[in-house]
Structure formats: C-alpha cells, structure tokens
C-alpha cells in the first residue's frame, strides 16, 4: 500500500470516527440510560423539590379534582368556592414526604409500562400506556376532610387515567426503540474501531492522533450545541396549557449525564491533543524521532575553516622534513 493511499484511508477512518462520536454517546445514552428503571427514577427523583415541578403538579391535579367535582356534584357556585382549598391542598400535599414517595412510585410504575409496551408485543394489540391518578386524588380528600373542607366528603375518587402513549403510535415507537437499542451497542463501538484503525495506517501517527483528538471535541462540542438547540425547539412546541419551566426542568434532569459526557468529550479531545502536540515539539527540540542528525553538520566543518574536498581533486603534497646525518 502506497504512502499516499495509507494517509487518504487513514483520514477517512478518522472523520467517520469523529462523525460517530456524537451519535453514539446519544444513542448509548438513549438505550442504556433512559431505558434503565433504577436510573430513570433516579434522575427524576429531585425534580420532586422543584418548585416549577410542584406548582404545575398541583393545577393539574387541582383542575382535574376540580373538574369532577362539577360533573358529579352538578353544582356550580359551589364547585367555585371549593376550588382555592383544593388548590390549595394539593399544593400543599406536594412539599410533604408523602408526594415524594408518590411521585418517585409513580415515575417507577409509568417507566415500566413504557418499556413494557415497547418491548413487548408479541400479542399483536396495542394498548394505549396509561397512569392511575386514583392515589393522589384519594390524598387530596383525605386531607380536605381534614380541614373542614365543604364539600369535601363528596369528591370523587375515580380512578383517572392519564395516558402517556398512545395505542396507534406503538408500532412505531416499537420499531425506533428497537433500532436505538441496537446503535446505542454498535455506534460507540464503530468509533473506536475507526479511530484506531485510522491512526494504525496513518503514515504520521501523532498527527493522526491530534486530528482525532480535535475531532473528538468537536463532536462533543455539538452535541451539546444539539442539546441546547433541541431544549428550545422542545419549549417551543408545548401547548400553552403545559408550563414551560416545568417541561424546562424535567428536559434538563434527563439530558444532564448527556450534557455532562459531551463536556467529557470536549476536554478529553483537547487535552489528548494538547499532550500530542507537546510531545511532538519536544521530539524536535530534542532530535529523536524525527531522523534528524544529532553530530555537527556540514556546514560547521567550513565555519572551523576545514574545506571538503570533492572526488578527484588531487591531494597536496605532504612536505617532510630534511633528515639529518650526524657524523
């Protein structure tokens, strides 16, 4: 293999590696991170203690609450007088350590019915994934009663369902999740294969390595450029009816490792070719590596006023001494 075909392969390898590299940290983080139960309920667990969390889980709540009330009671001046306590126990049933265990449960039990239905579906019928909101509202009146409440003996503890996918886009989502399941393995893998392939044929290694290195805090560089597009274009497409700072919190709790290994990688890059770089100047300062002479050169032999001679130039006679003949 010639020289300049060893070099033009190489940099190919290494420009698929480098292209990898952001899509496979997302897809590995999709498939091993999002995919796990422990860690899901993990991440989500602080968002409990967030106030934008909290106050967007009480009006929903609150409004459902609410809301049947008036379809049962069928009493409409009466469902507006109740409506500030309920608000206001809702509010308050979510800074207790009761809502704590409730949402992290809740995180628990609606992770697993994803997964679940994604990973599951050899009946061939696709369910729409749902979660029970009969808890939180059977909380909200046991607390109410407490207080006096009017009215609040006669809410409704129906078990209210709220769903999270919907049937007709299981089939789909089956098939995406599949796929990602199978990059988030073999992406990373392809770009470390590449990598190492590409500085293996290069014919100057350390310049490949610095250039894979670049490359590698590029991709991390847009990764995170991607993750802070993608938070707008996500805050920019809710109803109006959904809070933004809430919906702002929950994207943030789940792309923090994310964001965190796109840093990784960024500083990883630069550091590896901060390192190469040194390494490489040293080598010249010092003569090895390089092929460099480590004697006098040439040129010092005619600044020392020593000619070279050429091929064929006769050599001067040598003068010798007279010899002396004693008697």
Known sequence: MTRRLRSGLSAVLIALSCLLVPFG??????????????????????????????????DTVGNGIVAEIGRVTD??????????????????????????????EGNRVAHDAVLRALRDGRDGRDRPVTVDLAPVTAHVKAQLAQDHVPLAGRIPVAHTEVALLPAQDLGRMRKEFHVLEVAGFWLPVAAVVFAVAGIALAARRRRAVTATALGTALGGALLGLALAVGRSLTLADLPQEVSQPAAGAVYDALTATLRTASWLLVALGLT??????????????TGTGTGTRTGPRPRARFRLGLRRRTPGTPTPPQQQEPTRVEA
């Not at 469902?79 to 309920?86: E, G, L, Q, S, W």
């Open 272 to 285: 590896v070719a901060a390192l190469t770089w040194l390494t490489r100047r040293r080598a010249r300062r």
């Open 25 to 58: 940290a997302l897809s590995a983080w999709a498939a091993y991170g999002l995919a796990d139960t422990g860690r899901y309920v993990t991440t989500m667990a602080p968002l409990a203690a967030d106030p934008d969390v909290r106050d967007a889980i009480a």
């Open 75 to 104: 009493a409409g001046p009466a469902r507006a007088a109740v409506a500030p306590f309920v608000h206001d126990a809702v509010r308050s049933f979510t800074q207790t350590a009761a809502f704590r265990t409730a949402w992290n």
